[in-house]
């Protein structure tokens, strides 16, 4: 099923690479009426220069959250609770809000599902794409415009000239995205966070932004972290995939790992739930819903769920524990009795 099976952290890690973006222990909260949500618990990820790190999940298991705290996008009621956010080793969680500003945008840029709501609708694209090159890199007027025109062009929007013109509500929504992926791509990030970048767009524009998604981090170096819910554009376009449930990674590998190797009772069900066979759609395979987020149970969350659950799943959160150096799994059953009486 996978289509890329290609050099991962395994061989990174080896080499001593160090990565562009090292999330350690992350956790944010949502401060609510109904008690602490716990959006995103402990979670940490690498990403390596020109890698695509899909994350993975069903709706509300944390992915958009892990994406906003990573930028620091976290409105009150909720908070960064703990952890470490590093690019290139400086810890962004440090850092003023000023300096966060100019992370953003320059060297982390953010594509989201809905490119509307990332568009002035009262200034053309061309005034709105100059703009934002003006604020963050020193170059003129007249060179901004060109370099908006040449990253309209590489993203395949045809008469570039003519969508410089236009006003957001003049294009389509593949043409809108297509954009916004040019905006974010021309201020040559090292990271691009796009979340759920086609969700919104019909299934025929889809592949088109991922090819093109796929193309430019080639080309560029720009390493991705691709938010989706669908395992389909994991397959076609991720090196890297890290599942997420209840707002913890509960497995993590090579797309091979992940596709051919699954070993987490919930990423076996995702999986299954794709069989083109079934028509339901999105995981149909795995019965009752998602815990509340506000009233976690005290052992693994997936139990409840779980057709393999036991009494020790029940009672005792297992670890993301290695299988190998880079697939790691959290469930006691993948895991041998030894690391169990450990507590591993
Ligand atoms: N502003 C907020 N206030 C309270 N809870 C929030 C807020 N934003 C997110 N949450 C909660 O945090 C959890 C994780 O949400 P998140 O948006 O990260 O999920 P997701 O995996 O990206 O889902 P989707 O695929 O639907 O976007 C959810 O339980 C959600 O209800």
Redesign the pocket.
């Known amino acids: 099923m996978a289509k890329n099976v290609k050099e991962g952290g395994l061989i990174k890690e080896s080499q001593n690479i160090t990565p562009i973006l090292e999330v350690n222990g992350l956790s944010t909260s949502?401060l609510?009426a109904i008690g602490e949500?716990k959006?995103?618990r402990d979670v940490s990820f690498s990403l390596y220069k020109g890698e695509v790190l899909a994350v993975v999940?069903?709706?509300?298991?944390?992915?958009?959250?892990?994406?906003?705290s990573v930028l620091r996008l976290i409105?009150p009621?909720?908070y960064i609770k703990s952890g470490q956010v590093l690019l290139n080793g400086v810890n962004l969680l440090n850092l003023s809000e000023n300096e966060m500003r100019r992370i953003r945008g320059a060297e982390i840029s953010m594509v989201f599902q809905d490119p509307m709501t990332s568009f002035d609708p009262v200034y053309t694209v061309g005034q709105q794409f100059t703009e934002a090159l003006l604020a963050h890199k020193r170059i003129s007027r007249y060179e901004a415009k060109q370099k908006a025109l040449h990253m309209l062009s590489a993203v395949s929007l045809r008469e570039p000239e003519r969508v410089f013109k236009s006003y957001p509500f003049q294009l389509s929504g593949g043409m809108r995205q297509r954009v916004m992926i040019a905006i974010a791509l021309a201020m040559d990030p090292q990271v691009l966070i796009a979340?759920?970048p086609t969700t919104a767009l019909d299934v025929t524009v889809q592949s088109g932004i991922l090819t093109e998604l796929r193309r430019l981090n080639k080309e560029t170096g720009c390493a991705i972290i691709l938010?989706t819910?669908d395992l389909g554009v994991v397959a076609e376009l991720a090196d890297r995939v890290a599942v997420?449930y209840a707002?913890r990674i509960v497995e993590t590998g090579s797309v091979y790992d992940i596709f051919d190797h699954a070993q987490h009772p919930y990423t076996r069900a995702l999986l299954a739930s794709i069989n083109p066979a079934k028509e339901d759609g999105w995981l149909i395979t795995i019965p009752s819903q998602p815990p509340d987020?506000a009233g976690l149970p005290p052992g693994c969350s997936f139990a409840g769920r779980c057709p393999e659950a036991s009494g020790l799943c029940v009672h005792s959160e297992p670890k993301l524990y290695p299988e190998t150096s880079e697939h790691r799994v959290s469930c006691w059953h993948t895991q041998s009795e030894e690391r169990k009486i450990a507590g591993a």
Do not use: L, Q, Y
Not at 57 to 68: L, P, Q
């Open positions: 949502f609510t949500i959006a995103v999940g069903e709706s509300g298991c944390g992915k958009s959250v892990t994406a906003r409105e009621p909720g979340d759920e938010i819910h997420m707002g987020m």
